[in-house]
């Protein structure tokens, strides 16, 4: 992979602000037009500001069918996000609103402040029937911008009153803020968080991840979790072959010695324009290794980039995944751990007062 003459921009992941052509949009070479009109009266940045939208949307329960996942349906507070993963495969989704999934998806977000409102009103109809809701499958529920807007809190004071389940994914330690909320839902059985570590390299991270909390503090939070009694998952993802691989086994190590009752992996994912922005990514802080990543990433997913297809997306194949699946398993045995299936409690589901109704019981 021949090395880009630019430098890395500093903060962020991704390396360029390119727009897809998948939905007709024009090719510019600058991220958007407010970024176009910026520069013309003041001149190139010196470092990218982050713009929050306030969007209020119709519904806020997102529901799908797909065989690959453990949830039906999910809530995300936040379109974009300021963490800046460069392998985030939501990422694309800024493609819909004719914004760059480079520098737009983590400059350029969207907030939901009526989510709360929108979840009560949903959990209050009279033939909603209660499965636990995943918080962060998409974009973080606990990046930076939650501090201000603390919606992601919101929405667990909604659950909490109605005793409904969820689970939380993120990759900040922020979740801690919230130890509350989450600790009381835990005793209740209504809660499981899981956090990704990504590496143990905080250097890495900091190219990987720029916005995101280092990995010193997410097994720190993941620690604090496990003493409040809060059923805790390790996620050892994305595994980067020939650059995050290296710390599979000591991240599953670290997760035992805390007491993280759960472990799992998941294998790079480079839906659409992930793709061509990781490449860029590699061009930039590792070219002397970027053939070499990209040809374990394609021969773990039948010689292409990335695999879309259902029943296969999260199952990598070949001579690579299958030493993968092996030192993880070796790892996890050693460790004494597995993954588990953390079993959430619908059961006590009660619909929520709404409209200023106080509840009789």
């Avoid at 727009?19 to 070479?29: C, K």
């Avoid at 501090?147 to 389940?165: G, N």
């Avoid at 995944?321 to 050693?334: G, H, N, S, W």
């Amino acid at each position: 992979m021949e090395p880009t003459n630019e430098s890395p921009i500093s903060g962020r992941g991704a390396q360029s602000a390119s727009v897809p052509t998948r939905f007709g949009l024009a090719e510019r070479a600058v991220d958007g037009d407010w970024r176009d009109h910026m520069e013309a009266l003041d001149g190139p940045p010196t470092k990218l500001r982050t713009f929050v939208t306030e969007e209020k949307p119709r519904t806020i329960l997102s529901f799908n069918q797909s065989p690959d996942i453990f949830f039906d349906r999910s809530i995300n507070a936040y379109r974009g996000c300021e963490h800046g993963c460069v392998y985030c495969f939501a990422r694309p989704t800024h493609a819909y609103h004719d914004l760059s999934p480079g520098l737009d998806f983590e400059t350029r977000l969207f907030a939901k402040p009526n989510a709360a409102e929108l979840l009560r009103a949903t959990l209050a109809k009279p033939k909603y029937k209660p499965k636990p809701i995943a918080i962060g499958t998409n974009t973080d529920p606990y990046q930076p911008i939650e501090r201000q807007y603390r919606i992601t809190r919101q929405l667990l004071e909604v659950c909490l009153d109605a005793r409904h389940p969820v689970t939380i994914t993120t990759k900040s330690d922020r979740v801690i803020d919230d130890l509350d909320l989450i600790a009381d839902m835990a005793k209740r059985r209504l809660v499981a968080v899981a956090i990704s570590v990504t590496s143990l390299d905080p250097k890495l991270s900091g190219k990987l991840e720029p916005r995101a909390a280092s990995p010193a503090k997410r097994l720190s939070a993941l620690q604090k979790l496990v003493e409040a009694g809060v059923p805790t998952h390790c996620s050892v993802a994305p595994v980067i072959p020939a650059i995050t691989d290296e710390f599979m086994e000591e991240i599953v190590q670290r997760a035992s010695a805390i007491g993280v009752e759960s472990v799992g992996w998941i294998p790079l994912r480079l839906p659409h324009e992930v793709a061509p922005l990781f490449r860029e990514w590699l061009s930039v802080h590792y070219p002397e290794r970027g053939d070499k990543v990209m040809s374990i990433v394609r021969s773990i997913r039948a010689g292409k980039d990335n695999d879309p297809n259902f029943f296969t997306r999260l199952k990598p194949t070949g001579v690579w995944a299958d030493l993968f699946r092996a030192r993880f398993r070796v790892a996890c045995k050693r460790a004494g751990m597995s993954k588990a299936k953390f079993e959430l409690d619908c059961t006590q589901f009660r619909p929520p007062a709404v409209g200023g109704q106080l509840r009789l019981l």
